[in-house]
Structure formats: structure tokens, C-alpha cells
């Protein structure tokens, strides 16, 4: 009898996505941090370089693409993925330290999308700057239905300051650092960095 799991991990293997050695890899957990947005914006679509019609935020524009999967490698419909960050100085809207950098008043911060019917989703946004004592990261929380919330963070693929940072050490295995750790490369579509982040979640 071929098992449910065998007939999910062979479908993600059919569709060329990801391996299913790749979606099997959960997602480690990481501090949600202090700079969780106190207050949302009042605008959290998926594209937070510009809040509605205003002029784009300052920086370098960014595309982030991925799935929500279960360990056994089924997507995730209808789940949510929040995304907040740094901006393009290293600030964050919802820190008062503004000695790290300044606001960026067109930048939006944060977004939340619902995963699509293959457990799909994408963010636009600005490559955040760093700030003191932290590598370049970028904040997610996802959940779904039947699956409890996950915090953790994305890295940036070849940033110096990613082998030393607390955070990101705290992640013992290699492998699970590795699916954290994001390479960005220009979309074929849009032409700008684009990195794509499968996010694993189960018990
Ligand atoms: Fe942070």
C-alpha cells in the first residue's frame, strides 16, 4: 500500500519545486525579536515597497517567493506568512532607537498574505540594512490551518556577518542553517533579486 506521505513527497517531487529532501528540512524557530510591529500600517499587502500610490520606498528592491509545506511535503493552503523588517537604513517602524537610522516614510515594514492553493506566496520589498550587534535578516511568522505558529528569520546567502551573528549561531544543525539562508539572483520575469524561501512547518 503506497503511504500518504509517500504519494504527497512524490507529488512535490513531480511538480520540479523542490526537492523533496529540501521540504523535509523544518524550519528552525527564531526569536519573533523586540520589533514586531506594535501597531500594524495601515497598509500589510504583499508589496511594501510602496503603501498605496505614494513614491517607492528608498533602497534596493527585492522579490521573495515560496511555499508553506508540511514536513511531509504537502503545501499549505490557506495559510498566512507575515513578513516585517528593517528598512534600507536599518530601521525598523516600530523601534524608537533612531539613532540607529532614520524612518523611511513610503516604506510599509510589514506584510501578511494567505498561501495560495500549492501553499504559495510572494513579498516585494526592500533588502533591509543592518543594524548594530545583527547580519542582514528579514522577520517571517507563518501559520495554517491545524498547524501552530512558527517565528523564525531568513538570511541572506554570502553576508560577512552571517558565521558570527548570536542569533543565527543558535541554529546548531548545518542543515537546517542552510534552509534558512537564502540566495538571490535576478527574477527572469521582473529582473530584480529574487530569492525564493520554502518554509517547512510540523510536529
Ligand atoms: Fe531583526
Known amino acids: 500500500m503506497i503511504s500518504r506521505r509517500k504519494v504527497a513527497l512524490g507529488l512535490v517531487a513531480s511538480t520540479g519545486l523542490a526537492s523533496p ?28 515597497v510602496r503603501i498605496g500610490n505614494g513614491p517607492p520606498a528608498t533602497g534596493e528592491e527585492i522579490e521573495i517567493t515560496g511555499r508553506l509545506l508540511g514536513l511531509d511535503g504537502r503545501p499549505i ?5 507575515e513578513l516585517w523588517q528593517a528598512n534600507t537604513y536599518g530601521r525598523y517602524s516600530s523601534s524608537s532607537a533612531a539613532s540607529i537610522g532614520p524612518l523611511d516614510p513610503n516604506f510599509q515594514g510589514y506584510g501578511v498574505v494567505e ?10 520589498t526592500i533588502k533591509p540594512g543592518e543594524y548594530p550587534g545583527r547580519t542582514r535578516h528579514l522577520h517571517f511568522k507563518v501559520g495554517g ?3 501552530e505558529s512558527l517565528a523564525t528569520q531568513m538570511y ?16 546548531r ?13 535576478p527574477s527572469d520575469e521582473s529582473g530584480i533579486p529574487s530569492g525564493h524561501f ?3 512547518v510540523g510536529q
Open 21 to 48: 529532501v529540501g521540504a523535509a528540512v523544518r524550519t528552525p524557530k527564531q526569536t519573533k525579536g523586540p520589533f514586531y510591529p506594535k501597531t500594524l500600517p495601515s497598509e500589510s499587502d504583499a508589496d511594501l
Open 198 to 200: 520554502e518554509i517547512v
Open 173 to 185: 544543525d548545518p542543515e537546517a542553517r542552510d534552509s534558512v539562508t537564502v540566495a538571490f539572483a
Open 145 to 147: 490551518p491545524g498547524f
Open 115 to 124: 498561501t495560495d492553493d500549492e501553499g504559495r506566496y510572494r513579498f516585494l
Open 156 to 171: 541572506f546567502a554570502g553576508e560577512p556577518g552571517n558565521e558570527r551573528d548570536f542569533i543565527r549561531k543558535r541554529i
Open 77 to 81: 493552503s490557506g495559510g498566512f506568512v
